[in-house]
C-alpha cells in the first residue's frame, strides 16, 4: 500500500511547502538490510545511575557491534563504572564533553537505570539526558534499563516505574523517526537483555517506540551464539503467511535461518506456494478453524522433528458496530483470531510436537488494548490473545517455552488498504512517526522474540505501532 501523503512530504518541493504550513514530515525510516553485520552503526552515549548492574551487558554488546563507538559523558554520574566496564570487554569509551555548540550526534542514548532506588535518584536520568537527548540522531535510539518494578522494594519499586513515563515522553518528543523503549530486567538477569538490547538499538525496530520488554532469569548464554543465523537449525509455522504480514513473518524467519512452514486458507494456496516455494519452505493449505487443523499441523510438526516456532498470525476483521453485528461474524472472528489458536497450541502440548524451549508468538493489535467504534469482535478477540499470553507464561515456562504477543498499530497491509480513506489517513498519522509501519516491523519483533537469545523475555506483549495514541 502506498503512502501518498509521505512520498509528497518527502520530495523536494513538498518538504519546503509541508514545514512552511506545519504539517508533520514523515522521516523515511531506516530499516534492516541484508548483509548488516553491525546492529548499530555511530556514536553510542551510554549513562548510568549510581550502583547499576547492566554496564556489562550494554559493553559485551556494544563489542558485537563493530560499526559502534562508545562514548561516556565527562564528569557524569557513574562515569568511572562506564569506563570500567569498556576496559572490562577491551573497548574505549571516549569522554565526550556536551557543548550547545557542538555538532556532536549520537545515533543511541543508552542509560542504565537499574541502580535508581527511590524517586530521588530519578535526577539520575535528568542528569544523563538533558545535556545531550538534543544531540540524538535522525533515526536514532534510546534505550533505557531498569529494573522489573514488581521484583522491588516499595520505594525502589515507585521510582522504577517512573521510567514508563519518562520513555513514552521521550517517544513523543525526540522526532525524526527516532524511538525510545525500555527494558526491565529482573535482579540477575541483565545478561538476558541482550537480545533486547539489540533488537531496540538496531534498525529492526524501527516501527516499535515507547514499549516495555521484560526479562527475567534464564538459562540463555550468549558465548557461542551466531547473532547472524539466530534461527538455524529450527522450524517455525506461521499461519495467515500467504501475504501481507504473514509472508513478512515467514521471510524473516527464513532470513534468520529457520525452516519456515507456512499456512494459509486452500483458497490462498497459489499465494501460498509462492511463498514456500521462494524461501524453500513448507505449504501447508488448511482453515485453522477447520475440526481436523490442530491434528493435521500436529502431524506436519511430527514428521519435520517438532516445531520450535510457532506465530499465530491469521487474523481476520468483519467490523459492525456491535448493534449491527451478525451472529456469523461475532463467531467467525472469535474463531478464527482466538479460539483456533487455543485449540492448535493444546493439540501441539498434549502432542508434545511444540519443541522444549520452544516459542508461541501471538499477534495482538492496538484495537485489543484500546478498543475501537465498529471492531467489538476483533477487539474482543484480540485482547483474547493477550489473555492468552499471559494464561499461558507460567506454565510454558516449566518447559522453557516463552510465550509474547505483538500489537501491530497501522501496518500497510490488505487488511489496512480497505479502511476508508479518512480513517486509513487518521491511522497512518496518528503516531509519533507519524506514518503506518510496513509487514517487516511486525515481522522483525516477531523474529527477536523467536530468537533462542531471548529465552529470558517471556509475557510481554510488545505494540509496533510507531507509539500510536490510540490505547496509550
Ligand atoms: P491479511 O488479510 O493481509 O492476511 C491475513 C492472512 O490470514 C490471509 O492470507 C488469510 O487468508 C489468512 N487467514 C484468514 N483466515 C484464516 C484461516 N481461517 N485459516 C488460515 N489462514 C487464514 O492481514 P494482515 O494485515 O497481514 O494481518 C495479519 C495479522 O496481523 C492479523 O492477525 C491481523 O489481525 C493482525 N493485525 C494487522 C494490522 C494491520 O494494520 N494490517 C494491525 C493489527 C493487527
Not at 79 to 102: G, K, L, N, R, V
Not at 173 to 178: D, F, H, L, S, V
Not at 313 to 330: F, I, P, Q, S, Y
Request: net charge neutral; with cysteine; glycine share 8%.
Amino acid at each position: 500500500m502506498s503512502d501518498f501523503y509521505h512520498a509528497l512530504a518527502n520530495s523536494a518541493v513538498g518538504k519546503k511547502v509541508f514545514s512552511a504550513i506545519n504539517l508533520p514530515i514523515p522521516t523515511p525510516l531506516e530499516r534492516f538490510t541484508l548483509g548488516d553485520t553491525s546492529f548499530i552503526k555511530g556514536a553510542v552515549l551510554v549513562g548510568a545511575a549510581e550502583n547499576s548492574t547492566a554496564l556489562d551487558t550494554i559493553f559485551a554488546n556494544l563489542k558485537l557491534a563493530p560499526a559502534a563507538q562508545a562514548h561516556v559523558l565527562a564528569n557524569a554520574i557513574a562515569s568511572e563504572s562506564i569506563e570500567a566496564a569498556a576496559t572490562a570487554t577491551h573497548q574505549t569509551a571516549h569522554t565526550y564533553m556536551p557543548a550547545p555548540e557542538d555538532r556532536a550526534k549520537f545515533k543511541a542514548l543508552v542509560f542504565d537505570a537499574t541502580g535508581i532506588s527511590n524517586t530521588q535518584e530519578l535526577k539520575a536520568a535528568w542528569a544523563f539526558f538533558h545535556p545531550v537527548i538534543r544531540k540524538l540522531d535522525k533515526c536514532g535510539r534510546i534505550v533505557v534499563i531498569g529494573r522489573t518494578p514488581e521484583t522491588c522494594a516499595l520505594e525502589q519499586r515507585i521510582a522504577q516505574r517512573g521510567l514508563v513515563g519518562l520513555v513514552k515522553s521521550f517517544g513523543k518528543e525526540i522526532k525524526n523517526g527516532a524511538t525510545a523503549n525500555l527494558i526491565y530486567a529482573d535482579e540477575g538477569a541483565e545478561s538476558q537483555a541482550s537480545s533486547a538490547l539489540q533488537f531496540l538499538l538496531s534498525p529492526k525496530s524501527a516501527y516499535v517506540s515507547a514499549q516495555v520488554v521484560r526479562v527475567r532469569p534464564a538459562k540463555f548464554d550468549g558465548k557461542k551464539f551466531d547473532w547472524q543465523q539466530p534461527l538455524a537449525g529450527k522450524t517455525a509455522l506461521v499461519t495467515g503467511a500467504a501475504r501481507g504480514i504473514g509472508a513478512a513473518i515467514a521471510e524473516t524467519l527464513a532470513r534468520d535461518g529457520a525452516k519456515v512452514v507456512v499456512l494459509d486458507i486452500p483458497a490462498m494456496s497459489e499465494d501460498l506456494h509462492k511463498v514456500a516455494n521462494k524461501l524453500n519452505g513448507v505449504a501447508l493449505s488448511a482453515d485453522i478453524t477447520a475440526d481436523d487443523a490442530p491434528a493435521l499441523i500436529s502431524e506436519k510438526a511430527k514428521e519435520l522433528g517438532g516445531l520450535d516456532i510457532l506465530v499465530h498470525n491469521a487474523g481476520v476483521t468483519r467490523d459492525k458496530t456491535m448493534g449491527g453485528m451478525k451472529e456469523h461474524l461475532w463467531d467467525m472472528v472469535i474463531d478464527i483470531n482466538i479460539a483456533a489458536e487455543e485449540r492448535i497450541n493444546a493439540k501441539l502440548l498434549e502432542d508434545g510436537t511444540l519443541n522444549k524451549g520452544g516459542r508461541i508468538i501471538g499477534v495482538s493489535s492496538i484495537s485489543g488494548i484500546a478498543g475501537n467504534m465498529g471492531q467489538t469482535n476483533y477487539s474482543t478477540s484480540k485482547a483474547a490473545v493477550i489473555g492468552m499470553v499471559d494464561g499461558m507464561v507460567e506454565e510454558l515456562a516449566k518447559q522453557d517455552i516463552t510465550i509474547n504477543a505483538v500489537a501491530p498499530g497501522f501496518i500497510e497491509t490488505q487488511m489496512t488498504g480497505a479502511i476508508p480513506f479518512a480513517i486509513r489517513e487518521a491511522g497512518r498519522r496518528l503516531n509519533s512517526l507519524n506514518q503506518g509501519g510496513q509487514p517487516v516491523d511486525v515481522a522483525e519483533a516477531i523474529a527477536f522474540f523467536a530468537s533462542p537469545a531471548s529465552q529470558g523475555a517471556t509475557g510481554n506483549i510488545v505494540r509496533v505501532c510507531g507509539q500510536s495514541l490510540l490505547g496509550a
